[in-house]
Each structure stands twice: as C-alpha cells, then as structure tokens.
C-alpha cells in the first residue's frame, strides 16, 4: 500500500523470491523452484555463531577509510547527480558508501552476488530471501551483536525485532513500524457531473464503475472510459475486504479463528462479485497485464475513474501535475472503506511484516574492522540527529522549519534520496513534510483486515513461488469466466495437495500459536 507499496505479505513475495531458490530468478518513498523451507547445506565459511571477542571487533584504525556497499530497491528512483546523504555519511562515519540499486530483475541480480560471494555489505531482503539466506549460512547473525547495535535496537523497538528473526535467532534490522498507504481513488469531478455520490457500499461502488464505463464522464462523446484500474488481481484487495476476506493466501482471525483466505467461506462470494464487475466491462481490460506506473497513466490520462492506489502516489506535485495537464478540472479524492457482507475494511495490513528488512553478509564476519562501520552506520541512522539526515535531508539547505513544521525545499527533491533510511523514520513527520496531511490521516484511520502472514517461515517441502503461481492463474479463471466457480473446492483441494499447501496451513497455525496469537 502503499504507495509504501506498502509493505509486504507471503503472496506478493513468492514470485520474487522462486528464481532464487531454482538458481536464476527474480526478487522493495519507501512491500514477492526449489525448495524454500530446506536449509542446505551452509558454505565451508560460515563456521558457527560464536561472537568474536571485543578486541577482534574493536575498530582499532579510526583514521582508515572503509568502503561499504549497500545494495538496495530504489522503487525506479535514480541516485542524485549530487548525492548529499552520500557526503555527510562518509565525512561522518568516515566511510565510502556506495548504493547499488536493484536493476530490471532484482532476485536474480542479488542471487548471482551471493552466488559469486561477491557480498554487498547491507541488503535489502524480502522475509522469503532473508529465511533462505539464513539457512544456507550465507547471513550473519546479528543475535550476539545487539549490544553493539543497541541505538539501532532501540528505534526499531524491541517487539519488532522479531519480525528479522528465523529460527529463533535475528539476522534482519527490519524497518520501523509504518501503516498501510492504499485507498480507492475516485475522480470527484466525474462524479459531480454524472450527480453521483462517493460509493460507501459494494453495490454503489459496482453502480458507479457502471456509470463511468457507460455514460461519457469525460465528456468526449466516446465510450472510451472504465469505472476501476489497478495492478493485477490485487486490484480487488478492497473488494475481498468488504466480503471479511484477506485476500490471497493470508492468514487472520475471524470469529477468534485462525482463517486461511481459501478456505474462509466468504471467497466464493467475493470472487462472484468480482466476476460481476469484469463481465459488465467496468474494470480495466489489461489489468492482469499492468505493471509498473501503467495503471496511474491509465487513470491520470482520464481513461478510468478509479484506481487503488497509495496517497503518496496519488497527491505528489508531479502526479497532480501530470493528471492536470490532461484536465484542469481533474480532482482525485479518497473512498472510504466499502460496507459489504463482512464488514467495512479497505484491504488487509499485514501485522507482522516490515517496510524493509536488512541483512549484512556473514562473510563480513571476517573483516572486524568492516563490521564494526557497519555498525556504527546503522546506529547512526538510528540516531536522532542520523534519522532526521536520511530522512529530509541538511537543515537550511534541504528543508526549514515553519510553525513547528518541516517544509522542504526545491533543492531536497534534486538531492536527497531515501534509500538511506535503513531503519525507517519518524512516520508521520516525514509523511507531513511531503504530503497532504488530510490524505495521510484518511488512510492511517481506514479499518484493514489484519493478517499475520509476516510472521510466517515456509515449511520445508512448501514451494510457494509454484503455488503461487496455481493460485493466481486459477483464481484469474474463476473471475474472468474461464473457469465455473462450482470448481472452487477442487481448485483448493489441488491446492493443498498437488501444490503441498496443506503443510503451508499446520504450519502456520503451530507458528502463530508458539507466537501466541492463536489460542
């Protein structure tokens, strides 16, 4: 959601991470065929997890410069010609950072990093790579260490720690807790002049797709328009919400229950009701094939009238300055979440993900002095002075305070990036300097369905990237009438049978019971 993309769930990670686990693959302002529950066996170098004795990691050379690489996704941002944070870190820590970002086919081009033992010294992992990674040997383990990071542990907060764990022990700094950032949009000027309401309920919302398909919002004398665009099946988040769904493949309490999405009774319904809104031509007809920014192009050129989108897409000076170059009169507003039969929630939040995981190679284990800059990097970023650097930049030059609020300047867009916030930031202040504070609250407040898929490790014998791929191929059948959803329960048994998902539900429930969620 968000647009933190936000985020990050077991589903929209597999994909990512099943070309690591074959050998070749794929791999997240700032949330994926082999085996992924095998350990493997750990590289000659990984020894044990025993930790070096202070004077091996003491940093007995101040006055040498340390070369740390941090490889990262930049969500499509580009580094900055004149790269501020980059200059102060180093001036500061005495390092020389360098940021690599993820290309085209990110999994596969840290796999083949990791495969060649040519490590970056900090990664940006999904759950998925971080479990993988771990159990290969291949991560340090940061559970002996924690008193070295102790400014970094306290602004995670300790119960988030957990969320960086596998197998008891911690080999991730996960990110500080953010909220989801997805809403339906609406086009209010459509609405005003076709005299309808903002949709609060499932049936307004499938009359109002109906009214901007077929009555010419845009005034152009074409029928050129479609009420809902979005990215893939996850488009309808907010449709399987209003059912009391979590959508696909998660994990949440119903009723005091622990329910799986696929076998929660309610899925049939929702997906009926999606099949509905597909067979009236109200939703986008590529939208299983959008990707990127397409389906914010599609809305922004006026070819839909309504999106599910993050805030800080949609309310950015160059999105609105794109959509009113269209139409001046064009004007985006937040819908509330949608009554249906489950109950008013706008999509799912999963509860016990990050915004980011990072990990730090166990082969730096063997260069303390390296270890050490590590270290003191990440509690910089931690520290007051450190966050508010990577967060909005050089007071004066990158942003002022007014009335008690940072404003920023032209300057900061051109210089500061937020790859370096490692640890995350102070949420709501950073959101404030950038966005409109209405939109912010709007989507902190909506009610979500809360999942626990973040919590979970992948049972060893469980390919989700392959079951994943099942799912989301058959569930695109039963919504596109290509396949009767009278098959619903043959399509689940398969599931968790041929696709062995079976182990993926006993092991969630043990999983969230040892966690205590589940009673």
Known sequence: MKTKKVALLLVTTMISVSMIMTGCGKTGEGGNGGNSGKSGNPPAESGGN?????????????????????????????????????????????????LTL????????????????????????????????????????????MDKLD????????????????DGKIYALPKRE????????IRKDWLAKLNLEIPTTLDEFLNVAKAFTEQDPDGNGKKDTYGLTG???????????AFGVGGMDTFYLKNGTLTNSFLDPAMKDALEFIREMIKAGVVDPDLLANSGTQHEKNAFQGKAGMIWNGFPRMTSTASVEEYKAVNQDAEWVQV????????QYAGFWDVGSSPGLHVIPKAIEKDPVKLQRVFDLLNYVASPEGNSLVAHGEEGRHWNKENGKIVRTEL??????????????????????????EAIEFSANTPRIEIYNGFLDI?????????????????????????????YDDFVEKLKGTFKYQLMLDSAEKQLKDLGIVK
């Open 231 to 241: 990215l893939t099946i996850n488009t309808f988040d907010p449709i399987f919400s």
């Open 412 to 437: 900061r867009a051109k210089e500061v990036v937020f790859m370096y916030q490692l640890l995350g930031r102070n949420e709501m202040e950073y959101l404030e300097a950038g966005y409109p504070k």
């Open 102 to 145: 993820f290309g085209g086919d990110p999994a596969n081009q840290l796999n083949l990093r990791m495969a060649a033992a040519d490590y970056p010294d900090i990664i940006n992992v999904t759950r998925l790579q971080m479990q993988e990674y771990a159990r290969k040997g291949l991560l340090l383990d940061l559970t002996p260490y």
């Open 459 to 487: 049972p060893e014998g469980y390919n989700p990237a392959d079951a994943y791929r099942f799912m989301e191929e058959e569930i695109a059948k039963f919504i596109y009438g290509k396949r009767p959803i009278s098959e």
């Open 178 to 185: 953010s909220f989801p950032f997805h809403n339906i949009w």
């Open 336 to 343: 509330p979440a949608l009554n249906g039969p489950g109950g």
């Open 151 to 166: 400014q970094a542990k306290q602004f995670i907060g300790e119960d988030s720690l957990k969320k960086g764990m596998v």
């Open 50 to 98: 025993e930790k070096p004795s202070p004077s091996e990691t003491d940093d007995t050379n101040k006055n040498e410069k340390v070369a740390i690489e941090i490889m990262s996704d930049g969500n499509g941002t580009a580094l900055p010609e004149n790269d501020r944070i980059k200059t102060i870190l180093d001036e500061k820590l005495n390092i020389d950072v360098k």
